[in-house]
């Protein structure tokens, strides 16, 4: 497994600080791997660790509550500063308690916890201030390319669209394998993350919606229209259970809404969103006879490459025409644009002209997966191989 230095450097800068240090983000995106890598940086420093990995049945039938936790650390431990290392610590009933308990013992504590029982509203509660969290995702191309080129495998743009970056899929030897491993993996998600853990008892009707939202990825949606839509399918639900819904998605770190702004209302658009996917293999797994619905992957993949890059992002109203990224880092603004392709004129002029009466003060761009170069003076136009491969705009 590569070295996920881009997470592990974020996390340096509280490995002596008492506030809990939490790793979260989607079932498989590598928490547990980035937690190794953290733990092993620290050797180099310290032999103060204590680590425990509650997937391990030979931990859990020696632990059990919170307070064997606490007592195994205890007797484990050297004088000093100790570093506790908890994985998958949901497993223990008041796990919550051992970690507030620790900190207060001079213990510097990580934690990761899967999603069915360690959401980002139960830690926030939980731990009630006394924490700092790492979201952390899937790989984006430049990782693909590195863990690929380690299993001596070929990573290609195309194949990344359509299957994304879910880490374990490279160790399968073939496409089937790979798909039966994220169908298994979104069933755990779906199932277990969300459904058993909220109870849900319209399990049928929430497994159909979560089917339309992953395979819509990237499109303007709005809890009524939904509604609509499902009802007019025979899929009885509200808007307001539609709201419900997709915030079990959003906490669980399948989908991500990202919001509408506008310069002339001065506001963000509050009745509407944009839903995006955190892997567009969630997508690619939904669709039939290999049609895969390469465009909206595309942009979906720009938007992770985005976040990933430490941008804020939202969805820009230019007046009527939809800007699809207001990237901004660091006071800058960077306006961008996403197409499959704009070799066709109707397209050409339907990208370009988003960008008409922005200031000239910020930057405008335009990525796509063409060859040819189709920048003009006021637009840089980014081929999509070579935005993969960028570390800022």
Not at 35 to 59: P, T
Not at 72 to 84: A, E, I, S
Not at 120 to 133: C, D, I, M, P
Not at 346 to 370: C, H, M, P, V, W
Request: net charge positive; glycine share 4%.
């Amino acid at each position: 497994m590569i070295v996920r230095n881009f997470y592990v450097q974020d996390v340096r800068g509280f490995y002596d600080s008492d506030l809990i240090k939490v790793f979260t983000g989607v079932r498989r995106s590598g928490k547990s791997i980035i937690m190794e890598q953290v733990a092993q940086e620290i050797r180099q420093k310290s032999d103060n660790i204590v680590y425990l990995d509650f997937d391990d049945r030979a931990v859990t039938s020696l632990i059990q509550t919170w307070e064997d936790i606490v007592s195994y650390v205890n007797q484990n431990r050297k004088d000093g500063l100790c570093y506790v290392f908890l994985d998958e610590v949901q497993e223990i009933n008041g796990w919550q308690y051992a970690c507030r308990s620790l900190r207060r013992e001079n213990c510097s504590v990580f934690i990761t916890g899967s999603n069915s029982k360690l959401l980002s509203k139960e830690f926030t509660k939980e731990l009630s201030g006394r924490y700092v969290s790492f979201r952390i995702r899937p790989f984006v191309y430049m990782e693909l390319l590195e863990y690929a080129a380690q299993l001596k495998k070929e990573m290609t743009v195309t194949y990344y669209l359509v299957w994304g970056g879910f880490p374990k899929r490279l160790e399968f030897a073939t496409l089937d394998e790979e798909r039966r491993y994220i169908n298994d993996l979104n069933k755990s998600i779906v199932e277990n993350d969300i459904i058993n853990r909220y109870k849900i008892r319209k399990a049928d009707e929430f497994k159909k919606l979560t089917n339309f939202i992953l395979i819509s990825n990237a499109r303007i949606y709005s809890a009524k229209s939904i509604s609509d839509y499902m009802n007019s399918h025979g899929v009885k639900c509200t808007a307001n259970t539609v709201q419900k819904w997709i915030s079990y998605l959003a906490e669980a770190y399948i989908i991500e809404p990202i919001s509408r702004y506008s310069k002339k209302a001065k506001k963000e658009l509050e009745q509407s969103q944009k839903l995006y996917n955190c892997d567009v293999a969630l997508n690619s797994i939904r669709c039939m006879n290999g049609r895969f619905d390469l465009t909206r992957n595309l942009e979906n993949i720009i938007y992770n490459e985005l976040l990933f890059r430490r941008y804020s992002v939202t969805v820009y109203d230019n007046n009527g025409k939809e800007i699809d990224f207001l990237a901004e880092k660091n006071g800058k603004k960077y306006y961008v644009q996403v197409a499959y392709s704009v070799e066709d004129e109707k397209a050409y002029e339907r990208e370009f002209s988003a960008f008409k009466g922005l200031s000239q003060i910020d930057k405008k761009i335009l990525i796509t997966n063409d060859e040819l170069d189709y920048s003009t003076s006021n637009v840089e136009h980014i081929k999509l191989k070579d935005f993969l491969l960028m570390k800022e705009l």
